[in-house]
């Protein structure tokens, strides 16, 4: 601390996201020394009177129901979206022509035209920082995968193999937005894959080549309204399934579900490499598993790591509390957002921070899925721009 | 026992499934109270030596190096063919048309006519037995799984995931019979998806509509000879990846892999159904997993069930030992064999047995598979006969 | 919120526990809606710079390098202990007399006298609020079994099994304050058995009655000095056991290490009874291990139910996360903090707060354990005053 | 085999261990190359009727309801003794003196003196063997777990933590004779904690120098009899709970109970060493867990080692099957014995075999436990012979 300079923030929302990202601001600058002072300038919503409370209980500053305001507020520097997807592209885009940075809410945009039309207005504001919360690369397991993967422990790595599963979605759901295509531009796949996506991508630097098939599943078409008692169509998939290969000749499954009763949110990731293998799974978040083929082979097993312990150099431990006094998921913001003040005060980020351009590359693997299932055959990523 | 009714054996193979097989015939009787008694009448197979010496280790009465000779013998009422994938045809075919019960390994056989045929001759020899070796759907607590499933336990299925992963197949295995496509068929595939298949089919009920999507990716290609110093081409799968739809609307994913690090026979299979999902793992394989949504909320986890209490009414549990005291892989082969006893005997087999029919649908997905991953495109089932 | 009522705190001590406590007071009133408004007034502690430095991070009002202001400023309601053991009293006694609430970390005392004086002053001044951070029966998973105990789904308890075990306290580790009698009182003993035992108190509502036998071992008698390079003497317990009798006949067994490699903070309770058993293990803290003895036996099993689920009724999931998004260490004294908040505004805490009644009795239980350890022999209750 | 060396094997008992034991003589020749052919020779029990049929099932060549009959027997060279407690001494001690090995299960006697005058007669016939049915010695994992700990992979062992928890003991369990101490001498300590103790010992290669507390809790002093309808004493330890240090300094906890809801045979030890710790369940009795503490503490991890890989050089796994193709309870006695009949054929058994020295020196920890629980104090093994 005792920073001279400042980074000032304006947020666009005040659900979940909004109470993740405000928890971020607030305990940053308390477990990190970070190379900037934070100060928590605006909060924009629509809805005044939860977001008065909203605004107090959390500590901003100001707060106004008009977000175009905010983006071109003078004493904001970062401006975060987090609002529902169909909203992100008009917020970041009129950001960055504020001379804002930004990081936005995954995934970019409903539909890809939308995505590559923000990522081209961030790319011409080069000196404005364009981050996406895909904050699961930052749970302290996943960056210490991270790091054994680029240091060699895999090895080549031959498969990933990804599954997130959460049992929320059944059929005493109602018809929220996210049963919508037009608010959500499709189900757990944008909801869910994208995440595993980001991380397979994160973890093996490769990228897909070709989607080798895929299902989409909309198991309960027809739901509850929200009120009034009828019922209304849901249209996105409560199911996906997707196969792919990856540059690097590299075989990948994908997986994810909001009806696979008994999963709260288990987002697991395993890869396969010559040399050992490595298991992630977000239900048991501060537990890294590796296998090491590399060990004389009558003590091989799998092994768990308990990633919390600073004395042994892992990501992230020493800001938070003694060896295994686990972190909890808003952590993983915490820890985004302090790289991010990190870089942009010009310290370096501990492991790589999503951009734009990541969220871009995962909004092409879920196109090319949802064509590979349309068309029922294999998309190679060349064909999906 | 003491019964007056005898079954006489003869089984043609002596390596690792000879071993197996040869084991239930000399527990089954022990283990079981069967109403016939079971004779282990002669064994067949190429080198002498180590059969003489085989024969005299596990009881046999006789022996042979010419399974012509024993699918024959007067003697003998069941043919156990457990042989390698290409010799099952002939050996199997004889066998009926000499009178002979059938047991078979799985797969059939290596292309999807050869099995056709002989389903059609075992069809022809109704009186006779025909039976596979799909042992897996013994282990008491995948035979739990079955009943809990026809008790409606799950509700309507919705999704089905299957991994069977092994690791013995890395570059340092040198090119056995099982990486040829001459011998084996397939690789990963036929050797381990065939008894995922098996085993999603046979708790479900249903059957594959139709092949979304497949990846068969072989990782090494030229591996050491057994002898000689040079090397060979290996043109089989090391890692198979396939997605499914079956006929009431579940959708499926089945993986295998011999090059999954860490994993030594991780046979895998979660169901996740309207009212709770249930999930199998061979490597404790006397455990089930279960959640029950109809629990309340408050209460609702993943329940592991020790499968092995007599008093609770879990299968087989009564034939061996107290609660908590494990069954190990050969036991499978025991259940199987006694429930086939029992069914030649006019009892009936505590679940269903695997038969003929079973092992050739499962060869149509596999078949399917293999065309989906060639041609980049869906298979329905109903294009493969 | 908007509460005209405020609770303003002062809080002595800045190092681990000084940042737990200060994260309970900057996060309590953004995730809980409590009935008072919290200032953090002012922080004392020994060393001005890194104090200064503490103070701002954290958003204390003020500080002093003298406690004995701080007990005494008009402006603090609630004074926090959060000091060496052997400060607890002075601190505690004064900020009572001072007309102050109190909350202080556990032990109370080095020595059984100390902590009987300083609850007849907390008792003289009912009207005072007296807590001790025994922050661990808010784990969610935790404050669960203690709601199903209390609902009868255990039914009579007959035994309960604790171990807390830690791997820091290796030859490699120096003289540190905590090895050392004068400072400390004890070593695994009061640092974490005092854990285990007001776990198993609040959990049972039942009291020891008899310890029925304890060793407390030294393995390391010689360490290195934190400076100058000799050695000195360790006079505490490395590795602690002792059995227990409880009133209503159950039977316990304590054990704590700081030399179980393997384990960071392994604080296991489980308890059995007549209809089912229960299991916590803090290192997978969102997580409650229930076998329930009245399911139908053939699907009895251990369950683990992720306790995160606000919808389930969960304990602390509303004020936090959706379901499967974990909380971690630090939570459990936010949620501490926020019922006592509740408390002291009139409402309802969810479980009972851990009073100075609660950890006198604690410390009842291993000052009989020490005497056991010293004269071989059991030591009832009774005798230890 | 093809030995012409012969052991020909006579069995008093045809329950539980009869049928194990008869498994282990069935089966130890096909799995294992001996030095010795074996011969099941003859059985005795007492109910002629059920004998005829088990012996038939087995394979015993002969069967006499007279066990005296069957110690005289000339044919006989090993007299197993698999009959209640009570039985042991008379059966053990003539057999010796008809010039019989023996081997017996455990415990040896009811009685300490009584297991004195057995190893007495034992030690007179020094040519006979004497073995015990420690049987746990031979699960894979355990005898890895063995010569890792001799290798010196844990360094100096400082803690010893058993727990054997059973759960078929509650109230609805009628007055069986394992619940009066005539027939079974104790309760859960004898039966369970026997086999805790025989591990720690055969482990650690350590003694035990002192009891220091002991709890044996019974909780249901009244049960219903078989028959009849009305009630009975029972007067034997449902829980057992004890302390002890060893004669290297080492502590243990050693816990039993037959009223752990839950768990069915949970045999499990764990050990904390200076440079490790290992963890085995019999529960999951393929697996060893394993803490290295001497991995770059990066990656330190408790590690699972799935025990049955034959290339790896795991025990007995090259007598068995593949990797991952577990083993089951009776294994462990097919190893022991075959590992008996290796040692009687002058070859080297793979870890050491249980003696009556063995026996005895746990019976000794047993009887200081019933002395400390009696009189509330530390008992000094030198105090019990």
New interface residues.
Partial sequence: ??AEKVLRIGMIGSK?MGR?H??AY??G??FFDLPMGVEMKQVAAQDEESLK?FA????WESWTTKWRELVKNPEVDLVDVGTPNEMHRDQAIEAFENGKHVVCEKPLANTLPIAREMIKVAKKHKKQKAYVWFNYRRCPAVS?AYQ?INSG?LGRI??V?C?YL???G??ETPLLWRFKKKHAGSGALGDLVAHSVDLARFLTGDDVKKV????L?T?YKERMLLEGGGTGKSDVDD?S???A?FKS?M?A?F?A?R????????NKIEL??????LRFN?????E??????ELP??????????V??A????PYAENW???????????TFVNQFADMVNEMGGKKSLVPLPSFEDAYEVQRVLEAAVR??KE???IPLSQVK
Avoid at 212 to 215: E, K, S
Avoid at 282 to 286: D, H, K
Avoid at 321 to 331: D, Q, S, V
């Fill in positions: 601390m005792g979940f993740a405000s928890n607030v305990n600058p308390r409370k107090k209980q959390w500590g210490l054994m422990r031959l498969q193999r599954v959460q049992d929320w059944g059929p080798n098939g895929a299902v599943h198991v199911i399934l997707l196969l290969s000749g075989v499954s997986e579900s009806l696979a009763r008994g999963y709260k949110n288990h396969h490499g010559e040399k050992g293998s977000l239900e048991r978040m501060t890294l598993d590796f296998y090491d083929a082979a009558k003590e091989q097993g799998w092994s768990t790591i308990n919390s312990e004395g042994a150099g892992h509390w003694p060896a295994g006094h686990n972190l909890g998921y808003e952590h590979s299932a029922g055959c294999d």
